[in-house]
C-alpha cells in the first residue's frame, strides 16, 4: 500500500467530528440529569410549601376568655358535693351558665349585640366548651359558688374568620355564621376577650365530631402510631435479622432456598392493601383479635415489613468481606463466633438503616389499617401498656385520611397539621437512620 492510500493518523489531542459530537451527547445527558434533580427539588418544595401553608395554621386557635360564676343552686341543686349526683348535670345546664358569663362580659366591657339572640351567640363558643367546664367542675367541687376565668374555644367558624379561611362575604352564604356575628367578633377581639394562640391541644385531644372541629386533635393517633411501632419494631427486628443470618450464612443452597429468596423479593413488592386483607382474615376473622386495636394493627404491619429488613439485612451481611470470615475461621472461630462477634458488628450500619427506613415506610401506611378497622371514629384514649395495645386506637395516616373525608374545611386544615407532624417523624427517622449509619459504619 503505498503512502497515497494510508489511513490518516488520528490523535487525541486532535478535535475532530466525533469527539464534538461525543462531548456534545456528554453535555445534554449532565443538562438532562441536572434537570431531572432541580425538578425533583422543585416539586418537594412545592409540596412541602403548600402543606405547610395549609397546616400551619392547625397549631394555632381562636379562643374566648371571659369570667363565668359557677351557680351552686344550678350545678349542684342539692348543695352536698356528691361527685355522682353532680355527674347527671348536663352539658345543657353548663351551656346556661357559660352563656350568662358570656353575656356579662359583653356588657362589662360595652360591646353591642345588635339584637343578636341568645341561639346566634352561642354560635361564637365552641359546643366543647361546655363539657370543658363541667370537666373542670367535677374535678374540682370546690370552684362551685365561685367565679373563674373561662379560657375556651371560639366556634370553628370564628376560628377561621380569625384565620382567614371564611369572611364576610363568604358568610352571607353560610347558613352556619352570618355576617353580624362576625362583626361581632371583631368587636370582641377588640375588647380582648377574642384571640387567637397556640394550640397545645391539637397535639393532645381525641378526634371530635362533625360539629366541633375546634376541639379536634391528633392525640389518640400519636399513642396508636408509637403503640404500633413500638410492637412492630419488637416482632419485625429480631425474626428478620434471625432469617436473614440464616438465609445468608447458614442455609444450604438448594431449589428450596432459592424459592424462599424469590418469594421474599416479591413479598415487598405486594401492594400494602393486600397484607390489610390478610389481616382482616387471619387476625381478626380467624384469631379473633379486635378490631381497630393497636396489636392488629403492628401485626399487619409487621407482615408487610419484613420483606424490607430482610433483603436490607441480607444486603449488609453480604457487603462484610469474605475475609473477616476466614480470618475468624482460621484462629479457630467457630461459625457462630464467626457471625455475632464479627459479620455482625461490621453489617450493624446497614441493618439499623434498612431497620430504620422500613419502620419509617409502615408509620406511613393507611390502607392497611383501613381494612382492619382503624377507620372508625376514636375519641377515647388508649390505656398504658400492656393492656392499652388491645384498646381501639387510630393512627396518623388514618387520622389524615378521616378528616379529608369530612365537609368542613377546618378539618381540611387540621389534615395538613397532622401530615406536618407525620412528616416530622419520618424526616427524624431518616436522619436517625443516616447518623446510625455515619457512626457504626467501618472502613477497611
Keep these: 500500500m503505498s503512502d497515497m492510500t494510508a489511513p490518516a493518523k488520528r490523535s487525541l489531542f486532535t478535535p475532530d467530528r466525533l469527539m464534538d459530537k461525543r462531548k456534545a451527547a ?11 434533580v432541580v425538578l425533583s427539588i422543585a416539586v418537594l418544595i412545592f409540596m412541602l410549601v403548600s402543606i405547610a401553608a395549609q397546616g400551619w395554621t392547625a397549631f394555632t386557635q381562636a379562643k374566648l376568655s371571659f369570667p363565668i360564676t359557677l351557680d351552686a343552686s344550678k350545678l349542684d341543686p342539692k348543695g ?13 345546664t353548663y351551656n346556661k351558665v357559660l352563656g350568662q358569663g358570656f353575656a356579662d362580659a359583653m356588657k362589662a366591657k360595652g360591646i353591642q349585640i345588635d339584637a343578636l339572640t ?12 361546655a363539657a370543658d367546664i363541667r370537666n373542670r367542675v367535677l374535678a374540682d367541687p370546690a370552684l362551685l359558688g365561685t367565679t373563674i376565668m373561662a379560657d375556651v374555644f371560639a366556634s370553628g367558624r370564628i376560628d377561621g374568620y380569625l384565620k382567614g379561611r371564611v369572611t364576610m362575604a363568604s358568610a352571607a352564604n353560610d347558613s352556619n355564621i352570618s355576617p353580624a356575628q362576625l362583626q361581632l367578633a371583631d368587636r370582641l377581639r377588640d375588647a380582648g376577650i377574642l384571640k387567637a394562640g397556640f394550640n397545645w391541644t391539637f397535639l393532645t385531644n381525641p378526634d371530635a365530631s362533625d360539629q366541633r372541629p375546634e376541639a379536634a386533635g391528633i392525640g389518640v393517633g400519636l399513642i396508636g402510631s408509637a403503640y404500633m411501632m413500638l410492637l412492630v419494631l419488637i416482632m419485625s427486628v429480631p425474626i ?11 442455609a444450604p443452597k438448594n431449589r428450596w432456598t432459592d424459592l424462599i429468596e424469590v418469594n421474599i423479593s416479591n413479598l415487598a413488592a405486594v401492594p400494602s392493601i393486600v397484607y390489610g386483607v390478610l389481616g382482616l382474615a387471619l387476625f381478626i376473622n380467624t384469631a379473633g383479635l379486635p378490631q381497630s386495636s393497636s396489636l392488629v394493627g403492628a401485626l399487619v404491619l409487621t407482615l408487610m415489613t419484613l420483606p424490607t429488613i430482610i433483603i436490607a439485612t441480607r444486603s449488609a451481611i453480604k457487603a462484610v468481606p469474605p475475609s473477616i470470615r476466614d480470618a475468624a475461621l482460621g484462629i479457630g472461630a467457630s461459625k457462630m463466633q464467626t457471625v455475632t462477634h464479627h459479620v455482625l458488628p461490621l453489617a450493624m450500619p446497614g441493618i439499623l438503616t434498612g431497620t430504620i427506613l422500613g419502620l419509617a415506610a409502615a408509620l406511613g401506611q393507611t390502607a392497611p389499617l383501613l381494612l382492619i378497622g382503624m377507620v372508625a371514629f376514636v375519641d377515647n384514649y388508649p390505656s398504658l401498656p400492656v393492656g392499652g395495645v388491645m384498646d381501639p386506637a387510630t393512627a396518623l395516616p388514618v387520622q389524615v385520611y378521616t378528616w379529608t373525608q369530612r365537609s368542613d374545611p ?21 436522619a436517625l437512620a443516616i447518623f446510625l449509619r455515619r457512626k457504626f459504619q467501618t472502613r477497611w
Design 26 to 36: 456528554e453535555k445534554r445527558f449532565r443538562f438532562y440529569g441536572l434537570a431531572a
Design 80 to 92: 352536698n358535693r356528691n361527685i355522682e349526683e353532680m355527674k347527671k348535670i348536663t352539658t345543657l
Design 118 to 129: 341568645d341561639k346566634e351567640l352561642a354560635v361564637l363558643v365552641s359546643k366543647d366548651a
Design 410 to 430: 377546618a378539618f381540611i386544615e387540621r389534615s395538613s397539621g397532622a401530615i406536618i407532624v407525620l412528616l416530622i417523624f419520618l424526616l427524624t427517622m431518616n
Design 240 to 250: 428478620g435479622v434471625s432469617a436473614s443470618i440464616y438465609l445468608e450464612e447458614f
